[in-house]
Nanobody, 115 residues
Framework: QVQLVESGGGLVQAGGALTLSCVASGTIFRFDVMGWYRQAPGKLRELVSSITSGGTTNYADSVKGRFTISGDPAKNTVHLQMNSLKPEVTAVYYC?????????WGKGTRVTVSS
């Protein structure tokens, strides 16, 4: 049973930084894609950033230049460095892993940015 466990969320003031981490256990296979989605109250879940096993990264336009994703396919880990945080990024952040046609999700970690 593949499980994703996130860590690193919390409360931070605007302009601050946080690093989210996620580790997938219960598998010996390297991820195809791992990344982060977020869901703010009353909104749909949206992609924040992702990284492929080959190192190709993708970012939502709203976070480009401020967030940096990194990952280790062999360890099934992914990290999201978030800088210059703004109140509008307040949401629950979910780790996502894809292997072949299988999608796995973490339970989420809350990020709150105060103004």
């Amino acid at each position: 049973q593949v499980q994703l466990v996130e860590s690193g969320g919390g409360l931070v003031q605007a302009g601050g930084a946080l690093t989210l981490s996620c580790v997938a256990s219960g598998t010996i296979f390297r991820f195809d894609v791992m990344g982060w989605y977020r869901q703010a109250p009353g909104k749909l879940r949206e992609l924040v950033s992702s990284i492929t096993s080959g190192g190709t990264t993708n970012y939502a336009d709203s976070v480009k230049g401020r967030f940096t994703i990194s990952g280790d396919p062999a360890k099934n880990t992914v990290h999201l460095q978030m800088n210059s945080l703004k109140p509008e990024v307040t949401a629950v952040y979910y780790c996502h892993r894809r292997w072949r046609d299988l999608d796995y999700w973490g339970k989420g970690t809350r990020v709150t940015v105060s103004s």
